[in-house]
């Protein structure tokens, strides 16, 4: 399966937040050996709304709109070998902080690996899990997930998928 999705101001705005949210959720109930997060500029945005406190493994964040650190250190803590690849742009040390106080506090430091490239060329976005791949233009931000024009692709065919955890696995590491 692939899902294209072009999104503007107009057009498709909340299409990804949703594909997100349920990527997110599938992983909470049926977790990934590994996934990789790879976004240049990264923030803690929320992903997954638990208001209706849907997800009892989030239970401890209350009933609110649940943010990418609580999901990624829940995944951690339940098996998930959790990757990110970024850059050292400014705009990233909240969420490392937010992330690394979080995972401190779980105690689940040796489950997520993050992958700091200080070449200045990285520029790939992706999501990537045991059997789907994300890729696209949008940062895992704000104004990438609601307000730039972006192009994202979910692909779900296996051939694509295993090359896609072959090529970040060799990038990021991780866990096959």
Request: charged share 25%; hydrophobic share 40%; glycine share 6%.
């Amino acid at each position: 399966m692939n899902r294209v999705i072009r999104k503007s101001r107009a057009q498709s705005s909340s299409e990804v937040l949703d594909m997100l949210g349920a990527l997110f959720s599938a992983e909470l109930v049926a977790p990934s050996k590994s996934i990789w997060l790879v976004s240049p500029w990264i923030s803690d945005v929320e992903v997954v709304d638990n208001s209706a406190n849907t997800y009892s493994s989030l239970a401890r964040f209350g009933r609110r709109p649940v943010r990418l650190v609580e999901i990624l250190v829940t995944l951690a803590e339940q098996g998930t070998a959790v990757v990110i690849g970024t850059t050292p742009d400014k705009h990233n040390d909240m969420f490392l902080r937010r992330l690394q106080a979080l995972e401190q506090d779980l105690r689940v430091e040796r489950g997520i690996e993050v992958v700091v490239d200080t070449t200045g060329k990285l520029h790939t976005k992706a999501l990537t899990g045991d059997d789907y791949a994300v890729v696209g233009s949008m940062n895992i931000t704000y104004t990438g997930i609601n307000l730039r024009e972006e192009h994202v692709e979910l692909r779900t065919d296996e051939a694509y998928v295993e090359q896609a955890r072959m090529d970040a696995f060799e990038r990021f590491g991780g866990v096959l």
